[in-house]
């Protein structure tokens, strides 16, 4: 497995999560299995949204065969239980009782990341973060039974705002190959609409979820990532707007190789759906390969736009050109260029200026960026 930490709260995570929607309607023994098989893929990190009481029975129930230190969760804040059905809730004493609730039958003393539930409107989020909502969360963090902050959104403005609270340590986002290349929106329903995706000319990453990506980056917020999959939408031939289905392991390696992305937090109903999703560690650099599907898509225009895919390689002087890339795009958004990103730069093993404008990186890459350009922009901007 591979591990990666989590922005600012140095947590180690397992890049490849699970997301709680596979435990509902399962028994006991289901919920077991997966935990099961979760845990013995060297899977750590588990996100729990559910506000259901008996997927909170099952999976604590499960997990405390394990040390507390072999499992980090995500549990959230503000959903709760209401009739038989899930509800997110804003009234604070529902989301007191529902988050002891959590504890108590996920038999946890502390969350790794306490995640604020669903925010994707502007109001909601002026009401959590100048209320009783995030001074609750605050507290928490302060006696340690919640050790980071988190919140999730499937709205990039609502993102840029958690960002610059500067009290949210992880923010669980909805990534995707798809989903990048639409603009911020307060109806999350517009996701899982075919009309959306239908002849739509998709014209590379949109600029604000781009830049949402290198801020988070820079900040030291780290993105877990939900609907990896769009919803099973892009493992399908027929429903993927690109209409080539991407496999799996494109999938988690086009969220993998965002700026700030710590975990992808899949949604699996069986522990095999789990093994399909952790086949990806193993998978060559070819099966992970995501950018034909893109760069060949009808009504597609990614031109100019490095998406780090690394189809550069290889170069004549083992620049690692994606890495110089991906800490140039981090760079050009700032005023100043921060120290921490000078010298993770600096410590690659060769630099910008050692590009001799051989050509072969162009060649290779299927989104025509202009790799030679933007070594000497990296030079300019770097030193070397």
Known sequence: MEYRILGRAGIKVSAIGIGGEGFENKSYEDCEAIIDCAINEDINFIDIYNSNPEVRSNVGKALSK?????????????STWDNGQYRRTRDFNEVVNAFKDFLNRMQLDYVDVG??????????????????IIEYAQELKEKGVIKSLGISTHNTDIAFRAVETGIIDVILFSINAAYD?????EDVNILFEESTFKNRTYKGIDPKRDKLYHTCENAGVAL????????????????????????????????????????VMVGVSDPKQILAATAYVTASNKEKDYSKVLANAPRSSFGGHCMYCGHCAPCSKKIDI??????????LIQKDVPETLKNHYALLEHHANECVECGLCMKNCPFNVDIINKMKQAVKLFGK
């Open 66 to 78: 394990y040390p507390r230190s072999g499992f980090v969760i995500e549990g959230h804040l503000c």
């Open 115 to 132: 995640m604020i539930h669903y925010v994707d409107d502007q109001k909601d989020f002026d009401h959590i973060f100048h209320g009783e």
């Open 181 to 185: 290349m639409l603009p911020a929106s």
């Open 224 to 263: 877990t990532v939900m609907k990896g999959y769009a919803a099973g939408v892009l493992l399908s031939d027929q429903e993927s707007p690109f209409e080539k289905a991407l496999t799996t392991a494109q999938c988690l390696h086009y969220c993998l190789t965002r700026p700030a992305v710590a975990s």
């Open 322 to 331: 994606a890495s110089v890339n991906k800490y140039l795009d981090l760079a």
